[in-house]
């Protein structure tokens, strides 16, 4: 919200489904990723957001 970004928006931008993002953002399901993963994702939303 703060970036005024659609889950729709986020989902483009990590090439997943809106519908993976809802189960995130609600504690429904954990991203599946690895450690070494993690940090590139971090950089990249923060890179796409302009973070």
Known sequence: MEKE???ENVA???NIGYEAV???ERGKQ???ISSDWS???KFSIARQTNC
Request: aromatic fraction near 6%; hydrophobic fraction near 35%.
């Open 39 to 41: 940090s590139w994702l």
């Open 5 to 7: 970004l659609t889950q």
């Open 30 to 32: 954990s991203p599946r």
């Open 12 to 14: 483009e931008k990590l």
């Open 22 to 24: 809802s189960r995130i």
